[in-house]
């Protein structure tokens, strides 16, 4: 969470002007409001509450005003273009990404070695890109976009290089001592010694690495939810009612089905008890979250109203724990433990079958990949920095300017920095707060992931995220890393590796948000528009 906030910043700051430009200028051209600054203000913010842009602008000056076509790549059809291309893109690029970690490490015979001495290579690939995304065509406010192209490649290929050679010197050695050596008394804070651990003193080797399992849904030791898909199997509890009465025909089926019917739990129920599953392991953390988790659980509302004197004393100390669980909540949200608990679920049974056509690499060589996942979801990071923020705060630098100046013509300038910084930190802090929604949903319901699939993924929607900003074409950072997930899930060799049915409403909500919100946010211009009012007095 601190390395997305720290990248977001940057990415918004370092590039996410360029994109802004293209919602505040590229849509709607200024002199369709005829320089009145009060309609332009109201027009930008029915923009920002229906998270659309372009149905305002035929409600304020008529659909003849708005650039339908290219615009020198800033009308809407380049931004429609660019929404149709980017998953496609994107799925290349992780793809080719992950075919490549595939050939070079996991199809080899002993793929733990490859994935050590190998490691420094992606290091330079996540490094190089990010570089690249700054000084190339960077932000006019750090005047990165006038440097010769000589700058550009020589910094870039020089922190790339510099990455890579930091990686083999201290990572390397580090990450060899723990999954090939399987040296136990290795921890993090040793990997400063760099070389030095090379010549550590033998231990006594054990039989696995000390490493985290990366399965995506991981066995629940504490407790099993089993449901029987057996209708009419016996059961303990069906051996203790001793005799039944024998109902023969129809009767007997009739009773059958009544019986699995009580039997199986609901769906609902299902989630519930995986949800207090989930609840009971928080409620056993230390810190302050442990301690509202326990106090919210152990201080339900009573009977009667909210003001019975007890509810009163009960609201007064779940108040306090409310307002920290709500804000650390999304930190410590498990989002593999979110998943046990909902087998024989719909949604549980089919990502079962999709997992079960994805090859399962060891533990080790995804450990390794983990660190390079750190450094390509700060790419990523960076990347939805540079251009998410830019989409949102378009509009808002457009508002703030018309306001301060009293004049549309100077919704033209230069997006101030303190704009986009602003827009990244409260990004960030939805990200930390109700982002978990969403990693459930990409993490775990499209195809099955792990740290070499996911670094792939990120990286390849990096890629075409910093690729589009550079031509000043706002995308969704959401359809580039779905495009890149099933990209790469696809790279397993079979469709079946892939949630169609997810993925299809994926692109449904996709198709659906442009003529939804397009049209609440025209019908409220139009509305507010054309509202009886009163001219001020001279």
Not at 230 to 245: E, I, N, V
Request: hydrophobic share 45%; glycine share 10%; proline share 4%.
């Amino acid at each position: 969470m601190v390395f997305g906030t720290v990248f977001e910043l940057l990415g918004a700051i370092t590039v996410g002007a360029r994109t802004a430009d293209t919602i505040k200028n590229g849509i709607i051209p200024n002199d369709a409001f005829k320089g009145n600054a009060g309609v332009q203000m109201l027009a930008f913010t029915c923009a920002l509450a229906a998270a659309s842009s372009w149905v305002m602008g035929v409600a304020t000056a008529g659909a003849a005003n708005v650039q339908w076509g290219w615009n020198g790549g800033k009308g809407l059809g380049a931004i429609f273009a660019g929404l149709g291309m980017a998953p496609a893109i994107s799925a290349g690029f992780a793809a080719t990404i992950f075919m490549l970690i595939k050939v070079v490490v996991h199809l080899r015979k002993n793929p733990v070695p490859w994935a050590v001495f190998t490691s420094p290579f992606f290091f330079l690939i996540a490094g190089t890109i990010c570089t690249l995304s700054i000084v190339y065509k960077g932000s006019p406010n750090l005047g990165l976009n006038k440097k010769p192209s000589w700058y550009v490649a020589t910094v870039t290929m020089g922190v790339g290089a510099g990455l890579c050679l930091l990686a083999g010197l201290f990572f390397v050695p580090f990450i060899y001592q723990k999954v090939i050596r399987k040296d136990q008394g290795v921890k993090w804070y040793m990997f400063p010694l760099g070389p030095l651990l090379f010549r550590r003193k033998h231990v006594a080797e054990a039989d696995h690495a000390n490493v985290p399992n990366y399965a995506v849904v991981q066995d629940d030791d504490s407790e099993e939810t089993r449901i029987s898909s057996d209708a009419g199997s016996d059961s303990d509890s069906d051996l203790k009612k001793g005799p039944q009465p024998q109902i023969h025909g129809d009767n007997e089926k009739a009773l059958t089905m009544t019986e699995a019917a009580a039997n199986q739990k609901t769906y609902q129920e299902l989630q519930a008890e995986g949800q207090e599953k989930l609840h009971a392991k928080m409620r056993a953390k230390k810190g302050p979250f442990g301690w509202a988790m326990r106090t919210l659980h152990e201080n339900q509302m009573g009977p009667g109203q909210v003001y019975e004197r007890k509810n009163m004393v009960i609201v007064l100390k779940r108040i306090p724990a409310m307002v920290v669980a709500g804000l650390l909540y999304g930190v410590h949200y498990d989002i593999h433990a979110a998943q046990s608990g909902v087998a024989g679920t719909p949604e549980g049974e089919r990502m079962k079958r999709v997992y079960a056509h994805a090859k399962k690499y060891p533990n080790e060589v995804e450990h390794t990949y983990s660190f390079v996942q750190v450094l390509t979801a700060c790419t990523a990071s960076f990347a939805h920095g540079a251009n998410d923020i830019g989409n949102s705060v378009g509009p808002w630098a457009v508002i703030y300017g018309a306001w301060s100046t009293g004049s549309a013509a100077k919704a033209k300038a230069t997006v101030p920095v303190w704009q986009l910084a602003v827009l990244a930190l409260v990004i960030s802090l939805g990200l930390c707060t109700y982002g978990y929604n969403i990693m459930k949903v990409m993490g775990n319901k499209i195809t099955y992931h792990s740290p070499s699939r996911g670094c792939s993924m990120e990286m390849g929607a990096a890629i075409t995220v910093l690729l589009f900003s550079q031509f000043a074409l706002p995308v969704s950072t959401s359809m580039c890393i779905t495009g890149a997930t099933v990209g790469v899930g696809l790279c397993n060799g079979s469709f079946k590796a892939v949630n169609w049915q997810r993925v299809g409403l994926l692109v449904f909500a996709w198709i659906m948000t442009i003529p939804i919100a397009g049209t609440l946010g025209g019908v409220l211009m139009g509305i507010l528009l054309n509202t009886p009012h009163f001219s001020g007095s001279a």
